[in-house]
């Protein structure tokens, strides 16, 4: 990388990746005269599972989609290439109507090469060994170790497994609320579920922290107008700029509401990494899963 008139460019010492599409690998420049690489790779979260339906029988709501795997990891600059290629993951789909599961969420990859097959030989690093929802809707992504970083034994790895998704309510019972944790991403809340008898039960929430909101679960309703859960929250629509108010956090979507004879609502979609939330259940229609947040790539040097 050439600095005109020996400036550098500071934009280049912070740069964020967003989803580009499947297998859009795009291209990283190491900066001169930089001495540490520092790399956060985020896996896409797992999408929302669809709610139960059945007229005059026990609907549960559909459970929240698991969070994304991430890793921080910092590398001595001299030895990287001078490029690098970026894969962003997708968030999983969320999921059909009656009790259709939510889609897995795709890993976040560096590598000295666009390699769609993702062999050893090419990639540094990535952001999980298995995607959230990789098993079911709930499943967290799971962590990597220093046998995923080709130059772990001089690099600062730090790594973490996803979360499960949030269980959805069973029968008339309530879904369970999500706490956000030391993590800056949550896994989906799930949705509201319907007794026999018509008795509605209560969708689940994202529960707030510090200054940040609470996600609100949608609203049961018997006949017509149950609403969706409310999509996740982040602190960082984007990453322009150097000073921001808050600490980056992402949350997961909401759980959607529920209708005994009417149409389940459907889970809120998911911020970066999180999962969606579940539907709510429905009469013969139910409220489909919110769909999974996209990974994210950051790549800061010093």
């Not at 420049?29 to 979260?45: A, D, E, I, M, R």
């Not at 809120?268 to 790539?297: H, M, P, Q, R, W």
Request: hydrophobic content about 35%; proline content about 4%; charged content about 5%.
């Amino acid at each position: 990388m050439i600095d005109v008139f020996n400036i550098n460019n500071n934009s280049l010492t912070n740069q964020v990746f967003y989803h580009k599409g499947a297998n859009a690998w795009q291209v990283w420049h190491k900066p001169s005269n930089c001495n540490f690489v520092n790399f956060y790779l985020l896996g896409g979260g797992a999408g929302g599972q669809g709610g139960d339906v059945g007229p005059g029988s026990t609907r549960n709501g559909g459970p929240g989609g698991g969070s994304a795997a991430m890793a921080y990891i910092t590398v001595p600059a001299f030895a990287l290439p001078d490029m690098l290629y970026v894969l962003v993951a997708s968030g999983g789909t969320g999921g059909a109507s009656n009790s259709g599961r939510g889609g897995a969420g795709g890993l976040s990859y560096i590598s000295s090469q666009p390699d769609n097959t993702f062999s050893p030989y090419n990639i540094l690093m990535q952001s999980g060994t298995a995607g959230a929802g990789a098993t079911l809707t709930t499943t967290a992504g799971a962590v990597i170790t220093t046998n995923n970083v080709v130059l772990a034994e001089i690099a600062f790895l730090s790594a973490y497994a996803g979360q499960t998704g949030g269980a959805g309510g069973v029968s008339s019972g309530s879904g369970t609320n999500v706490t956000p944790t030391g993590l800056p991403t949550t896994p989906g809340a799930g949705g509201s579920g319907v007794s026999s008898v018509g008795t509605l039960g209560t969708s689940a929430s994202i529960l707030s922290i510090l200054d940040f909101p609470r996600i609100n679960g949608g609203i049961s309703n018997t006949t017509t107008g149950a609403t969706a859960g409310n999509d996740g929250y982040s602190t960082r629509q984007n990453f322009i700029g150097p000073n921001f108010k808050y600490p980056m956090f992402f949350t997961g979507g909401a759980g959607g509401g529920a209708s005994s004879t009417g149409i389940g609502a459907a889970g809120g979609n998911a911020s970066y990494g999180c999962g969606g939330g579940g539907g709510g259940a429905g009469n013969t229609i139910s409220g489909v899963g919110g769909k999974g947040g996209d990974g994210l790539v950051i790549i800061t040097t010093s």
